[in-house]
């Protein structure tokens, strides 16, 4: 079975913070992803990377960054977090057009 | 500017009954398409898929159809289960390509 695991499932930050969130995935996949979902707006992308080293910007990178320096962990930052940063994160990884998922992370930044 | 669209947010339906999820595309490079679901407080999981050399996929009590003139597809649940409620998201990616384009989403009430 593949896995996608993030680090939390719930998190709390206050404003300003540099907030840091996890992504490990076991089936050697190359393509890492980080997505937010809103109600109404869907899953937007955040950035994505196909390789170590390698980023791409989503539809929505503003205030964050990501790290890829390992194939099975992708980490998304939070530079200083603001209140509109208060979303569900949403890992996943992909090879061969499907994509698999992690548990979901709900931050609240208050 | 939204490439995959399903403009039902919400749908219920009675259990036992068809459940049709809608979901519309713009990019004609698109060519291979999926049907998530997802429950609260939980990642998507992948529920179908089809090729864009089909025009339909089956598996079980899930049927996806896909009208490439039309940019088109939907997912046909038969017959309905209250498990079955929860949001289904519509995406599709191109063979090119290694991004996925997801939909808004659907939310399915299945009343029981």
Redesign the interface.
Known sequence: DVK?T?SS?YLVKRTGEKVFLECVQDMDH??M?W?RQDP??????IY?S?DVKMKEK?DIPEGYSVSREKKERFSLILESASTNQTSMY?C?S?FT????????T?LTVV | DQQVK?NS?SLSVQEGRISILNCDYTNSMFD?F?W?KKYP??????LI?ISSIKDKNEDGRFTVFLNKSAKHLSLHIVPSQPGDSAVY?C?A?A?TG???Y????TSLTVIP
């Open positions: 996608v993030q499932r190359e393509n992803f997505y109404g707006l869907g899953l937007r992308l994505f196909y989503g949403l996943a992909s057009g499907l994509a698999f998922f992690g548990q979901g709900r | 399903q947010p291979y999926l998530y407080a939980e990642g998507p999981t992948f898929s998201f995406a990616s063979y290694n991004q996925f997801f939909g808004t989403g």
